[in-house]
């Protein structure tokens, strides 16, 4: 889809502290071998800080560099992928009460990996369909410190991570204008993200461990030769969409200047990945995430800000948005840099304060 008047106006993000995987694998927490092809080096650990709170830091921070205030925004999209607090609870409300304090809706995308950029999308969408809307704030956080989840070892490429960020979206002015964003589905690959668990009861009520590497090895159980046709039509779906969305920001996949993406440790891990989509690794950001680590659904989100606040955007500049999750369900958007913000290059990371 093609957007129009739609301006990225504020970012924001929050990153606790940094663990080293170097230490970790020397308390045994994880394993040498998979430090050192996995390329990571620090890992984001919030210990007990809720996503939510980090998400309220984020959005604190996004909203006050965007110079817009509570009257300006219309809707809060937060995005997660995994959970969020207690049960029956609305984390986007908890969000909108300790930020903006206004009356306008707020909803959660829960789309894994691919929620923040799922997020965008709606939340764009929404903007666009009523003239007097004016704006609105996208939000994604994670915490995979509970007690169910290894973060070490619950992904067999990635070590979990925990942080927030944010994005003001405004119909009005901005540093940057989002050109176009597209999502496409996979769906008869979902089981990709379910393997051979039971859906009912779920997971989280019985105390089942987090443990992505048993879906995928289900899932190449049941395929079987089929298994391998995942990657070529991700590759192949993702190659369209980035044709579409580039297409309709009236721009070619060679004009591109970054590629923003999920968090990879490794150029090899990230090639692997974008080459089948014609997209270059070098256009990433492998060595910012290798002291992250796999935020979930925050890492674009991360890496936008962190290219703001780091002075490595330009005016000219477009940047790719891409993800990916379950579903399967890919997310791309196209963003052109009309101007750096005055912010940048001086900012730091939200505060809980």
């Not at 192949?236 to 060679?254: H, M, N, P, R, Y």
Request: net charge negative; aromatic share 6%.
């Amino acid at each position: 889809m093609r957007t129009e008047n739609i301006f990225l106006a504020g970012t924001g993000a929050f990153v606790p502290p940094r663990v080293s995987v170097a230490e970790a694998v020397r308390r045994g927490a994880y394993d040498r071998e998979r430090m050192e092809s996995c390329g990571w080096r620090n890992i984001a650990v919030a210990d007990g800080t809720s996503a939510p709170d980090m998400a309220v830091a984020a959005v604190r921070q996004a909203v006050d560099r965007s110079g817009l205030g509570p009257e300006d925004i219309d809707i809060l999209v937060h995005s997660c992928a995994y959970h969020q607090g207690p049960d029956g609870w609305s984390a986007p409300h908890y969000i909108l009460r300790s930020t903006l304090g206004s009356p306008v809706p707020a909803l959660t995308v829960e789309q894994g990996c691919n929620a923040f950029l799922a997020a965008l999308e709606m939340a764009t969408q929404y903007l666009l369909c009523a003239p007097s809307r004016t704006g609105a704030v996208v939000s994604g956080a994670d915490n995979f410190g509970a007690p169910s989840v290894d973060r070490w070892y619950a992904h067999r490429d990635a070590v979990l991570a925990d942080a927030a960020t944010a994005v003001v979206l405004s119909k009005q002015t901005g540093w940057a204008a989002l050109r176009s964003v597209e999502s496409v589905s996979l769906p008869h690959f979902e089981i990709l993200n379910r393997g051979h668990e039971p859906i009912f009861p779920p997971a989280v009520t019985t105390g089942r461990p987090l443990d992505m590497n048993e879906h995928l090895e289900a899932m190449v159980e049941e395929l079987g030769p089929k298994a391998s046709e995942i990657g070529q039509e991700y590759g192949t779906s993702g190659a369209k969409l980035v044709e579409q969305v580039t297409s309709e920001a009236g721009i070619t996949v060679a004009d591109l200047s970054k590629v923003l993406h999920l968090g990879a440790g490794t150029t090899d891990f990230l090639d692997s990945h974008l080459r089948p989509m014609g997209l270059d690794a070098s256009l990433g950001a492998v060595d910012f995430f290798r002291d992250i680590g796999h935020a979930g659904a925050a890492d674009v989100g991360l890496q936008l800000n962190h290219l703001v606040e780091d002075g490595q955007l330009n005016a000219g500049d477009h940047l790719l948005l891409m993800s990916a999750g379950p579903g399967i369900m890919i997310t791309a958007a196209v963003v052109t840099v009309l101007e750096p913000p005055a912010w940048h290059a001086t900012g730091a990371e939200g505060s809980l304060v």
